[in-house]
């Protein structure tokens, strides 16, 4: 019987771990999706629709301009001080000469120790083995077609396993956890030990813009109303994990829920990325948004920004034309101060909360002055 370890946010795994899911949890790892193309055609695909069939390529949430844009990848990674990347998709091997060339790119910036796993369902032969293993790749992550899980010797996988594992690339198996499929997991479990893969990753089942409908039809429900997430998912992931424990298995297996996804992963990168990015006006949230005041009016900005210097006595350091936004940003503390006579003059105050990330999603916006 082998013992369950509890991590976070319900997330548990039967050791060993990969090193890819230790560099997640920190926010660790730069997330690489090289080609929104694929022809797997999954019907819980939860890609969003920007990407899903388009040729895109971002690292985390900043779109390159083409292929040769490289540079954002290696800027994104420096700003989140990533140990490592995951590459993804669509099926990054649709694209095999990018992702080598990135993830050569990669291990020569950052070194040997920057750990790449990268994710496909499927990969077509040996030269694009060699190929993966010879550009630098730490690990592959297979995704399977729900319709081979029961069946794996359908895939024709164990061969190129073998190959990979020979080439001193580690090998894991990663699908989402369908609530009505718990048999074949089981038995997708059992074929991966048998097969010397090294770890196999159970997803919490995510909805998604893309998905909903598809996963409706289906007959899956949402868990709450609180919760993105498909009724019943990380129940039967329990029940896998606490079967497997009793079974003379020595692959790792590992549930990563929804929440462990969001609140820690994602969570700890974009705070890697708030302190190198703040401004001096800036305030750093626990959770890793940037709190700002922000300023609109129909005037040119630097005219506006000077303004505010001059009038109002404010450090320029405190005051910074947005471009990308079309306002002026500044402290939140000292517009709050201002933002009474500032609006008397015709001027919008706000006290915005925004992701420290390429998009600059913002999450919040107050009224200033706030009474
Ligand atoms: S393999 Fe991944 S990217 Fe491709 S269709 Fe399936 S879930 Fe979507």
Redesign the pocket.
Known sequence: MREIMEWYSSSMYLPPLSPGCELCAKGEKLVLLVT?K?????F????SFKK?GKDKIFADEWELEDENDVEKILIEARLIEAKGAGI????PLLVIERTCRYISLLKNEFGKNFHIHL???NVKDFVDVENLASSGLDEIRF?P?PQLWGDMEKSRLSKKIEHFKNLGVDVAIEI?VLPDRKDDIISLIIWADKNNVDWVNLNELEYSESNYENLDKIGYTLRNESAATVASSEETSVEIIKKCSEMDLDVGIHYCSSSFKDGVQLRNRIKRRAKNVARPYDVITEDGTLLRGAVYGEINLKKLRDFIVKTFDVPPELVEIDDEKKRVNMAAWVLQEIASELREMGFECYMVEEYPTADRLEVERIDLPVK
């Open positions: 929104g694929c022809n797997a055609k999954c819980y695909c939860p890609l899903r993804t998709g669509g099926d994710y496909t369902p995704h077609v989402p």
